[in-house]
């Protein structure tokens, strides 16, 4: 079951990650078309499009990527709790 735990917790990591480099990719002038930044949107954008229907940006600061990040630690503290608990 260790490999399940390891892979909830790679996984999730691996979206935060993709989230914090959209961030930074919105703070520079970096080409869209690039396949490393179109990765990233194609990965982000079904997480974040969501959380922008619902939540207005604050001014000229978009708070999803924060919202969504903290969602995202949330969901995967109660994944890796269940599997720990089915594990035993």
Do not use: C, H, K
């Not at 480099?21 to 974040?48: E, K």
């Amino acid at each position: 079951m260790s490999w399940l735990y390891t892979f909830i917790d790679l996984l999730f990591y691996a979206l935060n990650l993709a989230i914090l480099i959209r961030v930074i990719v919105s703070w520079l002038n970096v080409n869209p078309y690039n396949p490393l930044v179109s990765f990233v949107y194609q990965v982000t954008d079904p997480i974040l499009e969501p959380l922008r229907r619902i939540i207005p940006p604050l001014g000229m600061i978009d708070i999803t990527p924060i919202i969504a990040m903290l969602l995202l630690s949330m969901v995967q503290q109660v994944l890796l709790q269940i599997v720990g608990m089915v594990a035993r």
